[in-house]
């Protein structure tokens, strides 16, 4: 019988270990939930460290270590270096990055101004920075590695103004921008990195407003709009955030995986 550290099937992620940024988030809780289900070592990054650490603290422990929670924000390059710094020297090694932390400004394009725009554009310089700081420590280590990228649907197609309209504002102009560069980037860099073996991709979820705060209309709208007739469960991004981390996906990288209800499949 196999070792409870040893992988047992491609998608079995014991003995990696996970750092996920924005772990304390809607979809971010959901991946540290699936991640640590799947046998991972998780190493929850908020901008609160005890933020972080109650999230990390509250995971199944499936492999019998300790997750853990560091502070990391993008807004600040010494912030990024010092999170990931302390997630080494605490973890030892970094198997898998999931950049999924986002700065939020809900402005649209009649009332973004141009630091608001400039502070969007900064998700994916945080991304960036993250993830090259990732991919020196694991080629360093002569291991491989795996990085996550959240994109969105918003970052393939255009927003219905429709959905919004009489509700709040539109969905961002910046946020738009930014989430299409991520998947150009994770392109780019899965091109640069793959001879490293660190393979990068784009996880990019449709309609998964969070229950707590989302207008009941916004959703019934968004549900309309859907080939599946419904939003998303926080749930079901899990398993496809798993076979980008895992080695059931060890010949993908470059990838821009929708997971959207077939919203951009219309
Ligand atoms: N939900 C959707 O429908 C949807 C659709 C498409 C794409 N996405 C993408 O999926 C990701 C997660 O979305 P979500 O809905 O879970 O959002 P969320 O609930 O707002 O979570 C985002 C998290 O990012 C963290 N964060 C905020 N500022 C940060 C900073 N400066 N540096 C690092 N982390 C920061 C926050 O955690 P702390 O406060 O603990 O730092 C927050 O919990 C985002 O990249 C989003 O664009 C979501």
Redesign the pocket.
């Known amino acids: 019988m196999s070792k409870p550290t040893e992988p047992t099937s491609p998608f079995d992620l014991a003995g990696k270990t996970a750092l996920v940024?924005?772990?304390?988030?809607?979809?971010?809780l959901a991946f540290c939930n699936s991640l640590a289900a799947a046998g991972a070592r998780v190493v929850v990054?908020?901008?609160?460290e005890s933020?972080?650490q109650q999230v990390a603290d509250a995971l199944q422990n499936r492999s019998g270590v300790e997750h853990l929670g560091v502070a990391?924000?993008?807004?600040d390059d010494q912030a990024i270096e010092q999170g990931f710094s302390d997630a080494i020297s605490r973890a030892g090694a970094i198997d898998v990055l999931v950049n999924?932390?986002?700065?939020?400004d809900a402005r649209d394009w009649t009332t973004v101004d141009g630091p608001g725009f400039d502070q969007q554009m900064r998700?994916a310089t945080?991304y960036f920075l993250l993830a090259r700081l990732f991919r020196d420590a694991a080629v360093a280590k002569q291991m491989p590695g795996s990085i996550v990228m959240?994109?969105?649907?918003?970052g393939r197609v255009a927003s219905y103004p429709e959905v919004y309209d009489g509700i709040g504002p539109a969905s961002s102009v910046a946020?738009q921008c930014l989430?299409g560069g991520v998947a150009q980037m994770v392109r780019h860099l899965s091109v640069y990195w793959a001879k490293d073996r660190i393979r990068v991709n784009a996880l990019?979820?449709?309609?998964?407003?969070?229950p707590e705060g989302a207008p009941a209309e916004l959703v019934a709208r968004l549900e309309q709009k859907s080939p599946m007739g419904r939003i998303?469960r926080a749930e079901e991004i899990g398993g496809p955030l798993v076979f980008l981390c895992s080695d059931a996906s060890s010949y993908v990288t470059g990838h821009n995986l929708m997971v959207d209800g077939g919203w951009t499949a219309w």
């Open positions: 940024t924005g772990g304390s988030g809607y979809l971010g990054g908020s901008r609160s933020r972080a990391l924000d993008y807004r999924n932390g986002h700065i939020l998700n945080g959240l994109g969105s649907m918003y946020y989430k990019s979820p449709g309609p998964f407003p969070n998303g």
